[in-house]
């Protein structure tokens, strides 16, 4: 079984920066697509960033310019570096994965992390 776990989140003001993580453990072959969604109070969850095995990028328009998502394919590890945070980005940000497995058969699954809390004052 494949788990997700995130770090990073936490409380900051305007104008700061923080910086998630999220590794993955358990019995991978390969990790292909890397995303991290977020879902504010009363909102439909949403696509915040996402990278695929080979480094390319996408964001939605709302952080582009201000957060930037890399990974470290040895250590299965995702991160989505966050500048210039604004009150509106406060939300639960989960990483997901598109992870290949080879137990009990090869095959690809969709896996979601347990979220961690951004919160940022004005």
């Known amino acids: 079984q494949v788990q997700l776990v995130e770090s990073g989140g936490g409380l900051v003001q305007a104008g700061g920066s923080l910086r998630l993580s999220c590794t993955a453990s358990g019995i991978i072959y390969s990790i292909n697509g890397m995303a991290w969604y977020r879902q504010a109070p009363g909102k439909q969850r949403e696509l915040v960033a996402s990278?695929?095995?080979?480094?390319?990028?996408n964001y939605t328009d709302s952080v582009k310019g201000r957060f930037t998502i890399s990974r470290d394919n040895a250590k299965n590890t995702v991160y989505l570096q966050m500048n210039s945070l604004k009150p509106e980005d406060t939300a639960v940000y989960y990483c997901n994965s598109q992870t290949v497995v080879v137990v009990p058969r090869y095959r690809t699954v969709e896996v979601w992390g347990q979220g961690t809390l951004v919160t940022v004052s004005s």
């Open positions: 990278i695929n095995r080979n480094g390319s990028t």
